[in-house]
């Protein structure tokens, strides 16, 4: 179990400084949701595709960082 914590915490501390670091960059931010976007092409085709997200920040800079957090190996 020593272990395990002793890393549990090294990833805790850099994700924390992490998110620290990039808060002054951040407009808003979107957790767990659903989206979907519909893209039309060579005039009257369209491709549908859907997602589903852990996090979206909206940047000051009007850019988007999407993230999406792993807790399995799958």
């Not at 989206?35 to 491709?47: L, S, V």
């Not at 595709?49 to 996090?55: E, N, P, S, W």
Request: a positive charge; glycine letters at 4%; one cysteine or more.
């Amino acid at each position: 179990n020593y272990l395990w914590y002793a890393r549990f915490k090294k990833i805790a501390e850099w994700f924390f400084i992490y998110e620290l670091s990039r808060k002054k960059d951040i407009r808003a931010s979107y957790t767990e949701g659903d989206g979907c976007i519909t893209i039309e092409y060579a005039g009257n085709k369209k491709i549908f595709i859907t997602a589903r997200f852990d996090r979206i920040d909206l940047l000051q800079n009007n850019n988007a960082v999407i993230i999406d957090y792993k807790t399995s190996n799958s």
